[in-house]
């Protein structure tokens, strides 16, 4: 069973930069995507940011420019590099991870709280 534990979460004041981590269990080449979603209260659970296997990334509209999504192989970790932090980014950070067994297998960490204060 894939394992991906989240940190880097916290309380920051609107505009600065915060680092969240997602270490997986296992080599993360296995992988065919990476990313982090978010579910702020009262709201349904929104992608973020993804990386694939050969480092294409994808963004969602509202944190475009700010956000950069990376991987460290190496170290079986996913980054998300967040700037200019606003207060609607306010919500759970989730990783979450895609590979390929019998059918498309789908794992998910705890989340890590990020509050933004204005």
């Known amino acids: 069973q894939v394992q991906l534990v989240e940190s880097g979460g916290g309380l920051v004041q609107a505009g600065e930069s915060l680092r969240l981590s997602c270490v997986a269990s296992?080599?993360?080449?296995?992988?065919?995507?990476m990313g982090w979603y978010r579910q702020a209260p009262g709201k349904q659970r929104e992608l973020v940011a993804r990386?694939?296997?050969?480092?294409?990334?994808n963004y969602a509209d509202s944190v475009k420019e700010r956000f950069t999504v990376s991987r460290d192989n190496a170290k079986n970790t996913v980054y998300l590099q967040m700037n200019s932090r606003k207060p609607e980014d306010t919500a759970v950070y989730y990783c979450?991870?895609?590979?390929?067994?019998?059918?498309?297998?789908?794992?998910w960490g705890k989340g890590t709280l990020v509050t933004v204060s204005s």
């Open positions: 990386i694939s296997s050969d480092g294409a990334t």
């Open positions: 979450n991870s895609k590979k390929w067994g019998l059918e498309l297998m789908d794992y």
């Open positions: 296992e080599n993360i080449f296995r992988f065919i995507v």
